[in-house]
T-cell receptor, first 112, second 115 residues
Framework: QQQVKQSPQSLIVQKGGISIINCAYE??????FPWYQQFPGKGPALLIA?????SEKKEGRFTISFNKSAKQFSLHIMDSQPGDSATYFC???????????FGTGTRLTIIP | NAGVMQNPRHLVRRRGQEARLRCSPM?????VYWYRQLPEEGLKFMVY????????ESGMPKERFSAEFPKEGPSILRIQQVVRGDSAAYFC?????????????FGSGTRLTVV
């Protein structure tokens, strides 16, 4: 009920391409969906987040697409750059609740 | 703004020893959260504290683990009698108010290795 499933586990994309990471959740009560970016040796950093009242949110090259009926959401990174190489985690929570339920992460590598 | 400070960055303990992990939240943040990251896994919630109070410890193992956030000083995550399975990265986060939607700021973590 509390799981968030994330795919793929790893992803290699050429510079300038589009990186797409997918997540699916089970608990229909979740109403806050953030994405975190983590570089080696660092803690996760909030990248972008969405609430289920909208189907898409864009911030610069990063876009979250949200499909409430399918209980799925995805991160799109446009014009991917080598500096985007990191591990990306999706997460879900109840608004106002302290517990984030994280996906297992996607290791993204952008090659020249 | 120094961010969330965790120390030590790396900690090696022999089986049966105690591990103490410290976390100083961001200035102005009074809500602290601890998460554990096992190799190749996402982060798992452990405990949520405010000053002098444990608010939610539903993710803490029932034995050997404890957490505190005293009136003065950092938050401490304490693991007694460590075992190999405790080897993980432990992350602390803080926020200005209750709720992950306020935007957690994570520290760089403490990597605990039990030998």
């Amino acid at each position: 009920q509390q799981q968030v499933k994330q795919s793929p586990q790893s992803l290699i994309v050429q510079k300038g391409g589009i990186s797409i990471i997918n997540c699916a959740y089970e608990n229909t009560a979740f109403d806050y969906f953030p994405w975190y970016q983590q570089f080696p040796g660092k803690g996760p950093a909030l990248l972008i987040a969405i609430r289920p009242d909208v189907s898409e949110k864009k911030e610069g090259r990063f876009t979250i697409s949200f499909n409430k009926s399918a209980k799925q959401f995805s991160l799109h990174i446009m014009d991917s750059q080598p500096g985007d190489s990191a591990t990306y985690f999706c997460a879900a929570a109840l608004l106002g609740n302290e517990k984030l339920t994280f996906g297992t992460g996607t290791r993204l590598t952008i090659i020249p | 703004n120094a961010g969330v400070m965790q120390n030590p960055r790396h900690l090696v303990r022999r089986r049966g020893q105690e591990a103490r992990l410290r976390c100083s939240p961001m200035k102005g943040h009074s809500h602290v959260y601890w998460y554990r990251q096992l190799p190749e896994e996402g982060l798992k919630f452990m405990v949520y504290l405010q000053k002098e109070n444990i608010i939610d410890e539903s993710g803490m193992p029932k034995e050997r683990f404890s957490a505190e956030f005293p009136k003065e000083g950092p938050s401490i995550l304490r693991i007694q009698q460590v075992v190999r399975g405790d080897s993980a990265a432990y992350f602390c986060a803080s926020s200005p108010a209750r709720g992950s939607d306020y935007g957690y700021t994570f520290g760089s973590g403490t990597r605990l290795t039990v030998v």
